[in-house]
């Protein structure tokens, strides 16, 4: 049996079972409730994206913060929080590369970052591989193997910094088109710090624009990060259990990214939604006037003036008013977000507020329940308003209305949970909860 055994799954409360359309889909055995944890995994091999070299640690991928980070004196290349994660670092790959690294590094600056980021993948990869891996079946090396390649098969390989002697030329290719769409965006409070390999994760969860699952990512010491599936909304028995590939609110742009990287086309309600709102109707660019478009979102969805507790993404996407469906357009989304955050911390304030309100809105229709970017937002509005009343005073309107979006933040990312570096929005609203509250 693969590292996907049944004995394995059923620790976890799922199991495998044919798909009518996919290879498989994961399904719940047990009832979860919202905010449950129903899968845990480490990295295989990870890579800190270029802008966070040397601000994290490349073992553990922790923000270094205030400390400083131990740099490597082989290579120069690698920063590690102490030397613990140093030494278990050099023991799992580095010590294999550390001395190519340099003239390897130097050699890729010609490559797209995208091609550099799989090529310092794919060699952390090959320097951890052990002659056991290519032969044992519950392997994460051999889950890896068992994945569908990716659609651009064809394409070659990046050039690797070294290959072990056991690993045949051929395997490099084979692991190459496999993680090249099988590797996952790390993410600590949904900011991007880097790519890694998570085999069985791969391997179980399909992918749904309207998902009950969402990963997000445990960082800690000396060791890989993890990825932990936690449930947006409770999941019954039998129901299958999806996560999102790529962000919903990427409207006219996911089908394409699900072709071309995956090979399949989405068919989930969302899907289907847009597929049947006629071309003319999405103007090419956003109107400059969008005042009555924002209005109308903020009516249909009723959070105008935070006038809520408990968010739920109840608004059917059939029933939206065919008047509002300009809206869903990456251009409209974009400009409404710019607007919002150019306002935010300065103001004016009441323009950030209405941008904001028609902003959540949006995500109500697009998102489904408990997604933690409608807790972030929600958090940015609460704050919005908080600064509102420490600059121009304040009123009952002003501290309730911040009070309710700070309270529908807490719905939204106490289910999602901690993730991440330390810190993080659930401390930042824990602050923010205090001044409105107390002060």
């Known amino acids: 049996m693969s590292e996907y055994s049944e004995q394995k799954l059923a620790l976890f409360h799922i199991q495998l079972q044919p798909h009518p359309r996919a290879r498989d889909q994961v399904v719940a055995t047990t009832d979860f409730t919202e905010g449950s944890v129903i899968f845990k995994q480490h990295a295989l091999a990870t890579a800190l994206l270029p802008a966070e070299k040397g601000r994290r640690c490349d073992a553990c991928s922790r923000l270094a913060f205030d400390r400083a980070l131990r740099r490597c004196s082989g290579c120069a290349e690698y920063y590690y929080c102490d030397e613990h994660c140093q030494r278990y670092h050099w023991q799992k790959n580095h010590k294999r590369i550390c001395k190519l690294y340099s003239s390897f590094s130097a050699s890729l600056g010609s490559l797209p970052e995208h091609s550099r980021m799989d090529a310092i993948l794919l060699s952390h990869l090959l320097a951890q591989i052990t002659p056991d891996d290519l032969t044992t079946d519950s392997s994460p090396v051999q889950t890896l193997l068992s994945l569908l390649p990716s659609p651009q098969e064809e394409n070659p390989a ?4 070294n290959v072990p002697q056991f690993v045949p030329s051929i395997l490099v290719q084979t692991l190459f088109v496999r993680f090249q769409n099988n590797n996952f965006a790390m993410h600590s409070h949904l900011s991007t710090f880097g790519h890694g390999i998570f085999p069985l994760a791969s391997r179980l969860f399909n992918h749904s624009c309207v998902p009950n699952a969402a990963a997000r990512y445990i960082l800690r010491p000396r060791e890989p990060v993890k990825m932990e599936v936690v449930a947006l909304r409770p999941i019954l028995a039998g129901e ?28 989930c309600s969302s899907c289907q939604f847009l597929s049947r709102i006629s071309k003319n109707q999405l103007p090419s660019e956003a109107s400059p006037d969008t005042s009555e478009l924002e209005a109308g979102l903020r009516e249909l969805s009723g959070v105008d003036e935070g006038s809520i507790t408990r968010l739920r993404t109840s608004i059917v996407q059939d029933t939206i008013p065919s008047h509002l469906h300009p809206a869903f357009k990456e251009a409209f989304i974009s400009s409404l977000s710019k607007k919002f955050t150019d306002a935010a911390h300065d103001g004016p304030y009441d323009v950030a507020q209405k941008a904001g309100a028609a902003l959540l809105a949006l995500y109500l229709m697009i998102y489904p329940d408990n997604y933690p970017q409608v807790g972030m937002h929600l958090l940015e509005l609460a704050k919005v308003v908080w600064n509102d009343i420490v600059k121009n005073g304040e009123d009952r309107v002003k501290r309730r209305t911040a009070r309710n979006y700070a309270t529908a933040a807490r719905g939204v990312l106490a289910v999602f949970g901690e993730e991440g570096d330390e810190g993080g929005p659930l401390s930042e609203l824990a602050m923010l909860e205090d001044l409105l509250w107390n002060s």
Do not use: M
């Open 240 to 267: 299958e259990i999806c996560i999102p590939y790529v962000d919903p609110a990427l409207l006219e742009t996911r089908q394409q990214i699900f072709k071309l990287s995956y090979g399949f086309e989405c068919r």
């Open 158 to 161: 990046p050039p690797v910094c």
